[in-house]
């Protein structure tokens, strides 16, 4: 299987930090991708979503074929076992995608971390809803959800309190086809026109109060193709691949 990566991360304006991370990892049967936006209220949010982030990439390039959704699941719960011991004040939303051959593609999520398909000039169409308190009781559009001032109050993420099972959708009928997974600096704030500009690289205005904005774009190969990660911010980057 082939895939192409392309991940876009620009520092805001709330914390000292990019707080944004991404982490990848390419299997000659499967790819797994996991991208986190850190809590700016967390005193060590920055360095839990790098942890994360290996942690999970790691433990994937030493399964051995047909890792399935309960095993990303528990090795989350795992994770979450070890780093809530460390860093009692940090917190993260958090997307995971595990994305096999001819086989559907599962998506575990907690937070506002989202996933949608891609196609050049056209909005994004956005396949789950994030877990906030603006959309908490009711089903709302993510228009209102984006400029609601409920939007980030959580009701679900990776915390040190209690581990909190991710929700699990499915995409079926992936072909070669692009999807975007992008935290709430993207989503949330920048319009559609901005949106393609910043997946593709160029400079977007920014706002007095701009979060952390970041993107990864994943576009499905044929299988004569090679494998290939880019990115313009290699610093909230890790990536593992087979020999």
């Known amino acids: 299987m082939a895939i192409e990566i392309n991940w876009h991360s620009r520092q805001g ?44 990439i790691d433990w994937f390039m030493l399964e051995k074929r047909g890792t399935t959704a309960d095993d990303v699941v528990n090795q ?5 076992k070890v780093r809530s011991k460390e860093l009692h004040w940090a917190s993260a939303s958090y997307l995971v995608a595990l994305i096999e ?9 907690a937070g506002d971390c989202l996933v949608g398909r891609f196609e050049a000039k056209a909005p994004i169409e956005w396949l789950i809803r994030p877990h906030t308190l603006a959309n908490a009781i009711e089903t709302i559009s993510l228009d209102e959800i984006a400029s609601s001032t409920l939007r980030n109050k959580l009701t679900r993420s990776f915390r040190a309190k209690e581990f909190m099972t ?8 992936v072909g070669e086809e692009a999807f975007v997974v992008a935290t709430d600096g993207f989503w949330a704030e920048l319009k559609h026109e901005d949106q393609c500009r910043f997946l ?12 952390d904005c970041s993107a990864l774009k994943i576009r499905i190969l044929g299988s004569d193709k090679e494998s290939k ?15």
């Open 166 to 173: 991710p929700d699990i959708a499915t995409i079926t009928d």
């Open 76 to 80: 989350l719960h795992e994770i979450h």
């Open 13 to 56: 304006r709330r914390t000292d930090t990019n707080q944004d991370y991404c982490g990848v990892a390419l299997r000659p049967d499967a790819v797994l991708c996991v991208v986190l936006d850190g809590s700016t209220a967390g005193q060590q949010s920055c360095e839990l979503v790098g942890l994360i982030a290996s942690d999970l």
């Open 200 to 211: 593709e690289g160029e400079a977007v205005q920014e706002k007095e109060n701009q979060d």
């Open 229 to 243: 990660v880019s990115t313009s911010t290699a610093g909230n980057l890790y990536v593992a691949e087979s020999d």
């Open 101 to 109: 051959h001819k086989k559907p593609t599962h998506i575990f999520y």
